[in-house]
């Protein structure tokens, strides 16, 4: 599994991660306090299409990394 950072990225990169990243691989694309960004919307899109799970992680006190999984089995 591998994780693809794209928070430094101009908005509409997200897509293009998520067609490039291999099944069970993390598009990392925002880290802040609130879902927030370039790439919030493209990666909610991505999510209610199916393409994606979408889940934050904690890196410290109000601190979360927002990720978009590419599900297994999704080319």
Known sequence: MAQIDITKDRAGMFLMALANAE???????????????????????????????????????SIFAYIARKPKGKK
């Open 23 to 61: 099944p069970g691989d993390e598009v990392l694309y925002h880290i802040g306090e609130h879902a927030a960004g370039a790439h919030k919307r493209d990666a909610l899109a991505a999510h209610e299409a199916g393409h994606c799970l979408l889940y934050q992680r904690r890196m410290g006190e």
